[in-house]
């Protein structure tokens, strides 16, 4: 037990170091990135802070696995340095089990990241897209997309139009429970459109009632009339409607499974949010093959072999498994291949892979 919580603890610090470093370095860059994005506008230093520090998290949510990989490097570069590993083996303790409280550590460090750095992520870049929208005086998207419905919103030659939908379907095609509301240039109401259904081409409407506002103070008996078909000229196109809808990354695991079901009820496609879910289920064994990667290289005595290549190949390995994770993940989104598949190959066959090699330095 004193092995271990002297490891773990030893592992934690690596970590903070290791995290800190690559906070103030994604800070540095991003920093100098919106400062060019910026040119011009007034308070332009303090603007790109505050869009770096709502960005920050994001990154750092991405970057987890490689922290965690480079942390498990630092800690067992400075054992081996000391040759504390020898010590281990020569007591008759593996280093596998040895290294048990870190890949414990590692395991909590990825539910950690999951319930609480991601949906912190997720709010930090919904606050950056505003901010940054404003310091550009950038309107908002024209689709907006919450717990009433669909809203949409286009220009027209009097004034502007409001869209409401209660639901869609056929992959954003066709429109249920429809509103109209025209508005004129003093953002005055005109008319009003209800329809049971529309079809999202020119947004062809059937069974609609018009209500005049205009017409309602001169004759409210006249102000009502039914129109069996109506089309309204609309650039809005079903992309636009799953643009609306917030990104994977955004949406905390809280809300994920409710997110899966209303994106599926309107028809769109949910392998982005499902491949997301499963991404999350398996980050934590994500990182304990990352602890692996990061410690295997080093088991040996550094005065036996150069620890500068031990270094360069666990570094090597662990931006590969990154790579080649995002890779997979990228064709079980299109659907290329199961997202099942897509998600745990790269973590299965790189982990069997590492545990060889733990295996075999060890014995070595």
């Keep these: 037990m004193t092995l271990a919580i002297y490891f773990g603890k030893r592992y934690l610090i690596s970590f903070i170091r290791v995290f800190l470093s690559i906070v103030l370095l994604v800070l540095l860059f991003d920093f100098l990135t ?81 319930f609480i750095l991601d949906p912190l992520a997720g709010k930090m870049i919904g606050y950056y897209d505003i901010k940054l929208d404003k310091l550009r005086s950038k309107e908002q998207s024209q689709v907006l997309i919450n717990d009433n419905g669909y809203w949409m919103r286009q220009a027209t030659l009097n004034g502007h139009q409001i869209i409401k939908a209660v639901s869609v379907s056929n992959n954003g095609q066709r429109l249920h429970q429809v509103t109209i509301f025209n508005y004129d240039k003093n953002g005055l109401v005109t008319e009003r459109f209800f329809s049971e259904s529309a079809a999202l081409n020119e947004l062809l409407l059937t069974n609609t009632i018009k209500w005049s506002d205009t017409k309602i103070k001169k004759n409210p008996i006249i102000a009502n009339e039914k129109i069996k078909k109506l089309n309204i000229k609309t650039e809005i196109t079903p992309t636009q409607l799953l643009d ?74 662990g931006f590969f498994l990154h790579f080649f994770q995002n890779f997979c993940t990228t064709l079980g989104r299109s659907g290329e291949i199961p997202l099942i598949v897509a998600t745990w190959s790269p973590i299965i066959s790189i982990g069997l892979i590492a545990m060889t090699l733990f295996l075999h330095y060890e014995d070595g």
């Design 244 to 317: 609306g809808y917030a990104s994977p990354e955004t949406i905390s695991p809280w809300n994920m499974n409710k997110q899966i079901k209303k994106v599926k009820s309107s028809g769109f496609s949910v392998l982005k949010y499902q491949s997301k879910k499963m991404e999350q289920y398996a980050r934590p064994f994500l990182f304990i093959v990352m602890v692996i990667l990061g410690t295997v290289f080093t088991l040996q005595n550094s005065r036996s072999r150069n620890i500068g290549i031990s270094v360069v190949l666990a570094v090597a390995s």
């Design 34 to 114: 919106n400062l060019n994005r910026l040119n011009g506008i007034e308070a332009q230093i303090w603007n790109a802070l505050i869009l770096s520090l709502l960005r920050t998290t994001t990154y750092l949510s991405l970057a987890m696995p490689l922290i965690i990989m480079l942390s498990a490097l630092a800690f067992s570069v400075s054992l081996s340095r000391s040759n504390e590993f020898i010590v281990l083996r020569a007591s008759g303790v593996s280093a596998l089990k040895g290294l048990f409280s870190v890949i414990l550590s590692a395991f909590f460090l990825g539910i950690i990241s999951i």
